[in-house]
């Protein structure tokens, strides 16, 4: 099913530990991974530690025993704690998916636990290593970029010889927030009969994301094309909201706004409530997906074969590196087949401003909307 190396452990591990100190969508997609290890090791209890507000896509996971959040800049106190509990959990398997960086080091390493997973960063110079070398007795190769970081997470465990048929990522939906969101809906004259296309065109970081005008064609090629009510989301940030603003300006339809009035409670509550997604590469993205909502997800510079809408159940990479648009199941990555894409630059030179996506026509996207829905339906 799927090849790796076998490692013995000296024993079943009983106390488990994950750590994910990155992005929400980052911390969504360590769930396949935690899934296997509660299917492999049903007896163990299971931990995660990630940065604060991650947490929240983890709420209700019925793969998790504890999920312990830690908050970036809080004081000497709130890091001392959290070395305490890391001690005296007594964890005897831990795995750092951070990414090499120091902060998953030392916690890996407070915990003494018997078997310590971690990657060996190959990329800078020997002395960099020096945390890692201490913190880690089972280190792995830096992973290559070439595959999706949720089969970058399982490579990391490879030696543990996990068994597995699919691949899920999961995201429990809060029955409150579900009822929320009705009410919300209900404001705007939307009730539970009316289908929606949930688009969320923002990022923190705005090179991502086609202009507002574009996106705002499309909402409207939406309506008339499929009878979908839009609704525009977007975070609690004055730069997504301005974006918004600017799509507002120039729809002739009338979509729905909850730009920056949902929490990530409620912004899972929505997405399950869509009958289609089209967003870029961030983290509701990866939240559509794992409710198996239909997703087209625009790309730019990023990389869609790591962070494309994984379809749940499959084994195999989703997305090649290039080559234009691809189909995964039911979701879609949408970008133009140019010979400089994915770049990974924070736009054309670092210029913050991506071309690729500046001059992505609402034609193009409605082509992959209209390729997406023949293929799934």
């Not at 209890?45 to 947490?55: P, Q, R």
């Not at 080559?323 to 400089?340: F, K, P």
Request: hydrophobic share 40%; proline share 7%; glycine share 8%.
């Amino acid at each position: 099913m799927n090849e790796v190396c076998v490692c013995h452990l000296a024993e079943t591990p009983r106390r488990i530990l994950l750590i994910k100190f990155k992005h929400i969508g980052d911390v969504l997609l360590v769930t396949p991974l935690v899934r296997v290890l509660r299917e492999n090791y049903p007896e163990a209890t299971l931990s995660l530690l990630v940065f604060g507000a991650t947490g929240a896509v983890l709420e209700g996971n019925p793969w998790i025993d504890t999920v312990r959040c830690y908050e970036r800049g809080s004081g000497v106190v709130d890091l001392a704690r959290l070395y305490l509990w890391l001690y005296r959990s007594r964890f005897d398997l831990v795995i750092d998916l951070s990414g090499g960086g120091d902060r998953g080091a030392i916690c890996t390493w407070v915990t003494r636990a018997r078997d310590r997973f971690g990657h060996l960063l190959t990329r800078v110079p020997w002395q960099r290593n020096l945390s890692n070398r201490l913190a880690y007795n089972r280190m792995q190769p830096e992973p290559d970029h070439e595959g999706h970081t949720i089969l970058r997470d399982l490579k990391m465990v490879a030696p543990l010889q996990l068994h597995y048929e699919g691949l899920h990522v999961t995201l429990p939906v809060d029955e409150v927030a579900m009822h929320t969101v009705s009410g919300l809906l209900a404001q705007e004259g939307v009730d539970s009969n009316t289908p929606i296309c949930v688009m969320h065109a923002t990022s923190r970081w705005m090179f991502k994301c086609p202009p507002p005008a574009t996106m705002a064609k499309v909402a409207d090629a939406i309506v008339r094309t499929y009878g979908l009510r839009v609704v525009l989301t977007c975070a609690d940030v004055p730069g997504e909201i301005r974006y918004v603003s600017e799509m507002m300006a120039n729809v002739d339809t009338a979509p729905v706004v909850l730009g920056g009035r949902l929490n990530l409670q409620e912004m899972a509550a929505l997405l399950k409530r869509a009958a289609w997604y089209i967003g870029v590469d961030t983290a509701p993205s990866h939240m559509a997906a794992a409710l198996d909502i239909p997703s087209l997800v625009i790309f730019g510079p990023t990389k869609p074969h790591l962070w494309g809408p994984w379809p749940n159940g499959t084994l195999r990479q989703p997305y090649p590196r290039a080559g234009g648009a691809h189909q995964a199941g039911q979701h879609r990555v949408c970008r133009l087949d140019w010979s400089c894409i994915p770049c990974d630059r924070a736009g054309c030179d670092g210029s913050k401003v991506s071309r690729c996506l500046v001059e992505i026509s609402p034609e193009y996207i409605m082509e992959n909307m209209a390729q997406q829905r023949e293929a799934f339906h």
